[in-house]
């Protein structure tokens, strides 16, 4: 099950969140973080980074729950500039390492795409470690390569650099799906 976490619910899905990203982490994804790496750490950046997004509603956060835990996680960032109210930034698409290869992550990204849409967002960015296996799952969601930048990233293992992907969506090229009634 796929849904949007509110504020109200934040310190309910805290632990959840922080081990998601704290395992992630430690098996390698490029998520921003190096080892070492706490689970104080992990809890920080929630409490410090994402919450404030929610309180100050420029940030959407979408939780995929199984056996009774938030299993994975995305976030829809908007743009706050004057002059890009039409898009929104994508952010640590997380599936707990117990829970991959399940459609966690493509069930996630299409919840955060409806909620672009319905905020009338155009565009949606991203950007990911150019060999990162996730950069193969927003191609098949329709995300294009706009550019790699060499040395952008460190290896969360080692004291390397690895060049990262920017990709964006054109939500103005879906098919409007109209109601009736």
Not at 2 to 12: G, M, P, T
Not at 108 to 131: G, H, P
């Amino acid at each position: 099950m796929i849904s949007r976490l509110s504020e109200a619910f934040f310190d309910a899905a805290l632990e959840d969140l922080s081990d998601i990203l704290h395992r992630c982490v430690h098996t390698g994804s490029s998520i921003g973080f190096i080892l070492p790496f706490s689970h104080e750490a992990a809890l920080t950046y929630w409490r410090d980074r994402v919450r404030p997004g929610l309180r100050q509603g420029t940030l959407d956060l979408f939780v995929a729950y199984g056996d009774g835990r938030i299993q994975g996680t995305v976030q829809l960032i908007q743009a706050t500039m004057p002059n890009q109210p039409h898009r929104a930034d994508v952010a640590k698409l997380l599936v707990h390492p117990d829970a991959r290869r399940r459609g966690l992550g493509r069930a996630l990204m299409t919840a955060l795409e409806a909620r672009a849409v319905e905020l009338e967002k155009s565009l949606l960015v991203l950007d990911t470690r150019s060999s990162d296996p996730s950069r193969v799952l927003y191609q098949s969601l329709g995300f294009q390569i706009s550019g790699e930048i060499p040395n952008y990233c460190r290896n969360p293992f080692e004291n390397r650099l690895e060049p990262t992907t920017y990709m964006f969506k054109d939500l103005s090229l879906l098919p409007v799906v109209k109601t009736v009634g």
